[in-house]
């Protein structure tokens, strides 16, 4: 073991640290030197995206020492770069075991910092916390979450006054003050905490409230009220929004999965509680099979990404994937707004660089831009902050995040249900299901069909081969995929497009990202992104292909299939 490690365990048993911590960091001196390795080996990355990792003592993990070192260095940026102000945060925090300890030792650092902090009384979603810094008018935010990642893990998602995730120059910022804050000494446990207020029904109702706003078909609706719904919190926060909101748009047949209805950190029914991975729908799938319900919703433990499944032709209920859901969800917001005459050519959609090429085209056909951002719904909150003059309508990502309207600036799954619910309801009216109008989409636009490959390399190790993949692929990119030659390369590292053809390489006008893309002559993308919150590395495959007739849907469906898994074999992934 390499003594820079115990020498960082050994820290750890100072006074400075309470006994319980101490405790655990002499037993696994002791018994345990791989798990002290991985506690020890570094510090917890504040990264872009705040804090995310696994739970335990050690500087490598999510606790009270480290959170509080987080809070601190942004308690720190915010006094520095809002001289003279009022400073107040807004907290909220997820179904996560230790998620409402974590929250509570953010808002008591706030505190005896001196600034103003708004805790929710009890969990809330993601989205509620965005709308939250807005309303209460806070320069900043903090979600204690770890989204959809497993058990083990939490994390700590930092907001800024215009209710999305930090972004530069502010995110570099705020690292650099917590890489500032080097020991506990540092950082300020006690004190103002008559600047605690707890918040619930003054948040909770105005959110509800800009929900039920955005609906545009009720009489669609009413016609169809009793449409057959079955909802799952997945253990988490969307149990406290996604029933009233559902409710309050007019749903009278919602049923909430009661095995999954409870919050509850362990995720007790689900391997991983990701509404991506088809285990984690199941119950919920199984039950719409029960009671032949027309519609499946699956919502993250922080409430910020939705799952859907619906009835194919042959009345089986079938998962969607995001890119699937996200193309219905643009082109029912634009078909309602250009039926109603709202669309005045001053509005636009967004999209992340790795999500279907479909919602282009959709938006396209309407006569509206889409606008291109990295991956990361901060992006999309940047955009939509950055384009004065225009109004942004609906967007989202292919990895089951969405947003309709403005008054969030994250992916929010709440409204996200209800707009799918009313979907659902309006294809009603007109004798159709989600899935038979995917379909008119392909006929209309061309069949896309894409697939995610993720790769988990956990640990020290793990983080050097993930890198160790991205530089080989730089240094020898691929030259044909499949058969069909490479003809352009895009860096955006490098922040460089690369024509393979001719060689002439162009700027990307997109911030710096560890990301490639390599598109080839037959209309293939594939994307290779180290994950910025995981030890992962995700790769996204994307192929296109005429469908004439509905009639040759699942014949044309095997062949991107097979496509897709000869692409996937040509780069040995």
């Given at each position: 073991?390499?003594?820079?490690?115990?020498?960082?365990?050994?820290?750890?048993?100072?006074?400075?640290?309470?006994?319980?911590?101490?405790?655990?960091?002499?037993?696994?001196?002791?018994?345990?030197?791989?798990?002290?390795?991985?506690?020890?080996?570094?510090?917890?990355?504040?990264?872009?995206?705040?804090?995310?990792?696994?739970?335990?003592?050690?500087?490598?993990?999510?606790?009270?020492?480290?959170?509080?070192?987080?809070?601190?260095?942004?308690?720190?940026?915010?006094?520095?770069?809002?001289?003279?102000?009022?400073?107040?945060?807004?907290?909220?925090?997820?179904?996560?075991?230790?998620?409402?300890?974590?929250?509570?030792?953010?808002?008591?650092?706030?505190?005896?910092?001196?600034?103003?902090?708004?805790?929710?009384?009890?969990?809330?979603?993601?989205?509620?916390?965005?709308?939250?810094?807005?309303?209460?008018?806070?320069?900043?935010?903090?979600?204690?979450?770890?989204?959809?990642?497993?058990?083990?893990?939490?994390?700590?998602?930092?907001?800024?006054?215009?209710?999305?995730?930090?972004?530069?120059?502010?995110?570099?910022?705020?690292?650099?003050?917590?890489?500032?804050?080097?020991?506990?000494?540092?950082?300020?446990?006690?004190?103002?905490?008559?600047?605690?207020?707890?918040?619930?029904?003054?948040?909770?109702?105005?959110?509800?409230?800009?929900?039920?706003?955005?609906?545009?078909?009720?009489?669609?609706?009413?016609?169809?009220?009793?449409?057959?719904?079955?909802?799952?919190?997945?253990?988490?926060?969307?149990?406290?929004?996604?029933?009233?909101?559902?409710?309050?748009?007019?749903?009278?047949?919602?049923?909430?999965l009661e095995a999954q209805r409870q919050p509850d950190?362990?995720?007790?029914?689900?391997?991983?509680?990701?509404?991506?991975?088809?285990?984690?729908?199941?119950?919920?799938?199984?039950?719409?099979?029960?009671?032949?319900?027309?519609?499946?919703?699956?919502?993250?433990?922080?409430?910020?990404?939705?799952?859907?499944?619906?009835?194919?032709?042959?009345?089986?209920?079938?998962?969607?994937?995001?890119?699937?859901?996200?193309?219905?969800?643009?082109?029912?917001?634009?078909?309602?707004?250009?039926?109603?005459?709202?669309?005045?050519?001053?509005?636009?959609?967004?999209?992340?660089?790795?999500?279907?090429?479909?919602?282009?085209?959709?938006?396209?056909?309407?006569?509206?831009?889409?606008?291109?951002?990295?991956?990361?719904?901060?992006?999309?909150?940047?955009?939509?902050?950055?384009?004065?003059?225009?109004?942004?309508?609906?967007?989202?990502?292919?990895?089951?995040?969405?947003?309709?309207?403005?008054?969030?600036?994250?992916?929010?799954?709440?409204?996200?249900?209800?707009?799918?619910?009313?979907?659902?309801?309006?294809?009603?009216?007109?004798?159709?299901?989600?899935?038979?109008?995917?379909?008119?989409?392909?006929?209309?636009?061309?069949?896309?069909?894409?697939?995610?490959?993720?790769?988990?390399?956990?640990?020290?190790?793990?983080?050097?081969?993930?890198?160790?993949?991205?530089?080989?692929?730089?240094?020898?990119?691929?030259?044909?995929?499949?058969?069909?030659?490479?003809?352009?390369?895009?860096?955006?590292?490098?922040?460089?497009?690369?024509?393979?053809?001719?060689?002439?390489?162009?700027?990307?006008?997109?911030?710096?990202?560890?990301?490639?893309?390599?598109?080839?002559?037959?209309?293939?993308k594939v994307t290779a992104r180290p994950s910025g919150?995981?030890?992962?590395?995700?790769?996204?495959?994307?192929?296109?292909?005429?469908?004439?007739?509905?009639?040759?849907?699942?014949?044309?469906?095997?062949?991107?299939?097979?496509?897709?898994?000869?692409?996937?074999?040509?780069?040995?992934?």
């Amino acid at each position: 073991m390499e003594q820079q490690i115990l020498d960082n365990a050994t820290l750890w048993l100072s006074e400075k640290y309470d006994e319980v911590t101490r405790n655990e960091v002499r037993r696994l001196m002791e018994q345990d030197p791989t798990e002290l390795t991985e506690s020890f080996y570094r510090t917890l990355e504040f990264g872009t995206g705040g804090l995310r990792g696994i739970m335990g003592v050690g500087s490598n993990r999510m606790n009270k020492y480290t959170v509080g070192a987080a809070t601190q260095g942004l308690a720190n940026y915010l006094k520095k770069n809002c001289p003279g102000e009022e400073l107040k945060v807004v907290v909220s925090h997820d179904s996560r075991n230790n998620s409402r300890f974590f929250a509570e030792v953010t808002a008591q650092v706030m505190a005896a910092n001196g600034i103003v902090c708004y805790l929710f009384e009890d969990l809330r979603p993601t989205p509620e916390l965005s709308f939250a810094v807005r309303h209460l008018h806070c320069q900043s935010g903090v979600m204690v979450t770890a989204s959809h990642n497993p058990k083990e893990y939490n994390g700590y998602k930092v907001y800024w006054g215009d209710g999305g995730q930090i972004v530069p120059p502010h995110d570099k910022g705020i690292i650099d003050e917590v890489n500032a804050v080097t020991s506990v000494d540092q950082i300020r446990w006690d004190g103002g905490e008559e600047r605690i207020h707890i918040i619930s029904k003054e948040v909770d109702e105005p959110y509800l409230t800009l929900v039920k706003s955005l609906s545009l078909n009720p009489e669609a609706i009413a016609r169809h009220h009793d449409l057959n719904i079955v909802y799952t919190p997945l253990h988490g926060t969307g149990i406290t929004m996604v029933p009233e909101a559902l409710r309050r748009y007019g749903f009278t047949n919602v049923h909430v999965l009661e095995a999954q209805r409870q919050p509850d950190g362990d995720f007790p029914t689900v391997a991983s509680p990701n509404p991506e991975e088809r285990s984690a729908m199941e119950l919920a799938m199984k039950k719409a099979d029960e009671i032949g319900a027309d519609l499946v919703l699956a919502t993250d433990p922080d409430a910020d990404r939705v799952g859907i499944a619906v009835r194919n032709p042959q009345g089986e209920i079938v998962l969607l994937n995001g890119n699937m859901t996200g193309s219905l969800l643009v082109d029912y917001v634009l078909s309602q707004w250009k039926q109603r005459g709202k669309l005045t050519g001053k509005e636009f959609t967004v999209k992340t660089i790795v999500t279907t090429e479909l919602i282009r085209d959709i938006a396209t056909g309407y006569g509206l831009p889409c606008y291109d951002v990295l991956t990361g719904f901060k992006y999309i909150a940047e955009k939509i902050k950055n384009e004065k003059g225009r109004t942004f309508i609906v967007g989202g990502e292919e990895s089951y995040g969405y947003l309709i309207g403005d008054f969030v600036r994250d992916k929010d799954a709440v409204s996200a249900c209800c707009m799918i619910a009313e979907m659902a309801a309006a294809l009603a009216d007109e004798g159709k299901t989600p899935y038979r109008r995917l379909q008119e989409l392909y006929v209309e636009h061309g069949f896309y069909r894409e697939e995610l490959l993720s790769i988990t390399k956990k640990g020290q190790s793990g983080a050097a081969e993930i890198q160790q993949m991205m530089a080989d692929f730089r240094q020898t990119p691929p030259t044909q995929i499949n058969g069909s030659p490479v003809c352009m390369v895009m860096d955006y590292q490098t922040r460089r497009c690369t024509d393979c053809t001719t060689g002439e390489t162009t700027p990307i006008d997109l911030p710096k990202s560890n990301v490639l893309q390599f598109f080839t002559l037959d209309g293939t993308k594939v994307t290779a992104r180290p994950s910025g919150t995981e030890p992962k590395i995700k790769f996204y495959f994307g192929v296109k292909e005429e469908l004439r007739d509905i009639q040759d849907f699942e014949k044309t469906k095997e062949k991107l299939v097979e496509k897709i898994a000869q692409v996937r074999s040509s780069l040995k992934l």
